[in-house]
């Protein structure tokens, strides 16, 4: 099992930046990697940037040269540093993970939430 706890969701005007965090804990062991994904209002949950414990990266378009995910191994703890934000990056942002194997479950933080006005 595995608990995902978010942080750094706000308001912030258009052109501004957020840092969210998300810590994990419990059974960690085969965990390869972590994500960030959003959600806005009407939408489908999109996935946003992913991190790996080799700390290789992926970003969707929508987000490349804005927003970085970074990670901190000894806290546990997976950041999105987003900046130049724009209003149509307002959403939920969930941090996600799984563990290696094919059966594991998706486990999910309880979202935070993200609102840039114009």
């Known amino acids: 099992q595995v608990q995902l706890v978010e942080s750094g969701g706000g308001l912030v005007q258009a052109g501004g930046s957020l840092r969210l965090s998300c810590t994990a804990s419990?059974?960690?062991?085969?965990?390869?990697?972590m994500d960030w994904y959003r959600q806005a209002p009407g939408q489908q949950r999109e996935l946003v940037a992913t991190?790996?414990?080799?700390?290789?990266?992926n970003y969707a378009d929508s987000v490349k040269g804005r927003f970085t995910i970074s990670r901190d191994g000894a806290k546990n703890t997976v950041y999105l540093q987003m900046n130049s934000l724009k209003p149509e990056d307002t959403a939920v942002y969930y941090c996600?993970?799984?563990?290696?194997?094919?059966?594991?479950?998706?486990?999910w933080g309880q979202g935070t939430q993200v609102t840039v006005s114009s």
């Open positions: 991190i790996t414990n080799g700390d290789s990266t």
């Open positions: 996600h993970t799984r563990y290696s194997w094919s059966w594991s479950p998706d486990y």
């Open positions: 419990g059974s960690l062991f085969s965990i390869n990697a």
